[in-house]
């Protein structure tokens, strides 16, 4: 099933030698529309947390001469997901989105860079529509005492005594106004799937949240705290924009990464109870329904971060690291059912936890090249590996 590549990719490192370079999620746009920049963190540290004074210098890498271009600074940050920095989606080339802290509050910038004008909106943003429209925000504070790896440190979760506040969620976010509302409640979320739970009072949070293709629907993850934020248990909603239509996706058990493949399908490394009895897989799973299938259990082994091609034909993935610390990066060819492995980076034990470097492999805007996260070079840098070759030869 894996053949190793060999000659057929050519692989950079674009970020200097000076700091700590990374840009974070996989999901998440980093390239530009002409594939010339992309955005990346530089931060002077791997080795511990973030703590609320600590600075990210966000910036452009120009992949042609590899030279760093910082544009704005930023204290709302981790190592799993940056500041949510990312790429406008109509205006790919210019404008920029990114989380900061305003006081006691986080809010995000819609930032020009030709005109360095600069404007915030009212909350921060955990993921952008592909319209360009609108935003969602969760509550980064409780995903914080949750998740010290996906929230921002430095401030307390207002609504931390309560398991399913009334005023918490999601929020939408009109990227033009700067406005925002609650759409929909951790207490009506709690009101949809407390069943399971026997009678049993359970705090709640939103951990990942993200758009459809076209912007219709949402995809979120529903956890419980548990105690030393060990063996939660996992939801899967999707909704409307506006809070309606909502469906309970997979009742509590195990999910994990997953991507959207288009308005109506999503990939999902999940327990699959809904559509099978396969296991802890990555199914395709139909939006609305209880209808998917696992995509190749022979290939899918273990849990890792998805994402489609711009074609949607190949598919990236990547893994954990193994026991002999090694994470692989991996590319499927949908349609053939098969994949091969690109390449295996060796990932230092230190590493590891909220603090840790997975690869999170990310296509650019033609699916001909694609970037990562690695510290296999003992430093974190951001890498770029030219796929044309492959997918000219056939995997």
């Known amino acids: 099933m894996n053949a190793a590549i060999h000659g057929l990719t050519t692989l950079e490192r674009v970020t200097p030698d000076d ?71 109509k205006l790919a080339e210019d404008v920029v989105i990114y989380n900061v802290r305003d006081g006691e509050d986080y809010r995000a910038c819609v930032h020009q860079i030709r005109t360095g004008a600069v404007r915030q909106l009212e909350r921060p943003v955990a993921n952008v529509d592909p319209a360009g429209l609108y935003a969602v925000s969760v509550n980064f504070d409780r995903l914080f005492d949750f998740r010290p ?81 060990r063996g939660w248990k996992t939801a899967v ?18 999910a994990s990464h997953y991507c959207w493949r288009d308005a109506r399908h999503i990939a999902f490394h999940s327990r699959g109870a809904e559509v099978g009895d396969a296991g802890d897989q990555l199914y395709l799973f139909k939006d609305k329904t209880y209808e998917g299938e696992a995509i190749d259990p022979g290939f899918f082994l273990r849990d890792g971060h998805c994402s489609y091609s711009p074609d949607r034909k190949m598919m990236l993935y990547d893994s954990y690291p193994d026991k002999r610390h090694m994470r692989h990066l991996y590319v499927y060819d949908l349609e053939k059912r098969k994949g091969v492995t690109l390449g295996s980076f060796h990932s230092p034990p230190g590493i590891d936890g909220d603090i840790r470097c ?24 951001l890498y770029v590996m030219d796929l044309r070759n492959v997918l000219r030869h056939g995997i």
């Open 19 to 89: 700091a700590h370079y990374f840009f974070g999620y996989y999901d998440t746009p980093g390239w530009s529309q002409s594939g010339r920049f992309h955005l990346c963190h530089k931060v002077d540290f791997v080795d511990r947390l973030p703590r609320a004074g600590d600075t990210a210098v966000l910036g452009l890498i120009d992949v042609a001469d590899r030279t760093f271009h910082p544009i704005a600074e930023t204290t709302a940050w981790n190592f799993q997901q940056g500041s949510m920095l990312q790429w406008h989606p």
């Open 149 to 229: 790896g996906y929230g921002y440190a430095g401030t307390k979760d207002r609504f931390f005594k309560d398991p399913h506040s009334e005023e918490d969620g999601i929020f939408l976010v009109d990227l033009q106004t700067g406005l925002s509302r609650l759409v929909l409640s951790m207490q009506r979320i709690w009101e949809a799937t407390q069943a399971f739970f026997h009678g049993e009072d359970q705090k709640l949070l939103i951990n990942h949240i993200t758009f459809n293709t076209d912007g219709s629907r949402l995809v979120f993850l529903v956890r419980n705290f548990t105690e030393e934020g």
């Open 237 to 254: 909603m999707t909704v409307n924009p506006d809070g309606s239509d909502l469906f309970l996706l997979s009742d509590y058990s195990y």
């Open 358 to 381: 997975d690869l999170h492999p990310r296509w650019d805007r033609n699916g001909t090249r694609i970037s990562f996260d690695s510290v296999h070079e003992g430093r974190r840098g």
